[in-house]
């Protein structure tokens, strides 16, 4: 009902198992949660749903790529970095992640381009063995 507004709180209580009657999509786990919202807004109204976004940690000043820039080949994390003789190959350690972003703990230096469409890339490795 306010898809401009941003709220801050706190999570008072979750269930602690998921919805099991979620038929639109059985893949997605769904936990009744309740959550203290600070401040007061009058036109907020109890029982009201919300898209939330729970931030478990705030990491600073580390690396971070989109996830799909990430690939797994032979086992290993791989990232594709542009160079001045085409995509270079870069084996990497991840860490903390979310939907969009992971951390590279290593592997990447600050200011490395990272490519982002990786298949292709190993595609035409393949391609050229």
Known sequence: ???????????????????????????LKVYATDV?????HEFLKTGMTAKVEIIIEELKDVISVPMQAVVNIEGKKVCFVSSGS???????????????????????????KVLLNPPRLIESENKNK
């Open 36 to 40: 203290s919202i600070d401040g007061t």
């Open 86 to 112: 085409g995509p270079e190959r870069r084996q990497v350690e991840t860490g903390a992640f979310n939907d969009s972003f992971v951390e590279i703990k290593s592997g990447l230096t600050e200011g490395d």
């Open 1 to 27: 009902a306010f898809p401009d507004k941003t709220f801050t709180g706190k999570v008072l209580k979750k269930a602690p198992l998921a919805d099991s009657e979620n038929w639109l999509n059985p893949d």
